[in-house]
């Protein structure tokens, strides 16, 4: 599923605007048993970032959230009709912790995991992590369904990806980019 973006220009700088409305806050499906939802447009050092979330619906009946958008009442009620209630909620690195602290109020029985620097951060201050990739479990509970991996040597941060088994999805996030133009490198 590919989705296009249009831009306009400000300033001679491109400005991402939202060409999907009707998909902010609802779930696609992408595979079976995976759906994706887009989030709002947020600001990140001046520029415009899509956000973007994953929900995995594992054998268990409960679901696995990365990267969770702001939440809702009607989105909260479609994760749980679709893919189950939300038993693990992940960040796949530390600067996708905006939405964190919203969902794990939302579900406080859920386990909250943190990638490796993000609870280090001033800005996830406030934010219940239950486990650090890398760091406090070896074997993960969702391991079975989704294999993890940690990807190091940024000087920025290191990432967390992962691979749905079942659907042979993988589920990167920052380490590629699509800059729409030359402008940004």
Not at 29 to 50: K, Q, R, T
Not at 131 to 160: C, K, N, R, W
């Amino acid at each position: 599923m590919m989705r296009t973006q249009t831009t306009h220009r400000n300033n001679g700088c491109e400005q991402y605007k939202e060409p999907h409305n009707n998909r902010i806050n609802k779930m696609n499906e992408f595979a079976p048993n995976v759906w994706i939802a887009d989030g709002p447009v947020v600001d990140f050092y001046g520029l415009p970032y899509p956000t973007r979330m994953v929900i995995i619906r594992l054998d268990s009946g409960c679901s696995w959230v990365w990267s969770p958008v702001q939440i809702n009442d009607a989105l909260a009620a479609e994760v749980e009709a679709k893919a189950g209630p939300v038993k693990y909620i992940v960040s796949p690195n530390k600067i996708h912790h905006i939405f964190l602290k919203q969902w794990s109020e939302k579900y406080p029985d859920a386990k909250v995991y943190a990638p490796p620097g993000l609870e280090e951060r001033k800005e996830a201050e406030g934010i219940r992590f239950d486990a650090t990739f890398g760091q406090d479990e070896t074997d993960l509970p969702f391991h079975d369904e989704i294999d993890s991996v940690i990807i190091q040597g940024s000087y920025a941060m290191e990432e967390v990806e992962f691979f749905h088994k079942a659907s042979k999805t993988a589920i990167i996030c920052d380490i590629i980019q699509r800059a729409g133009s030359a402008r940004f490198l």
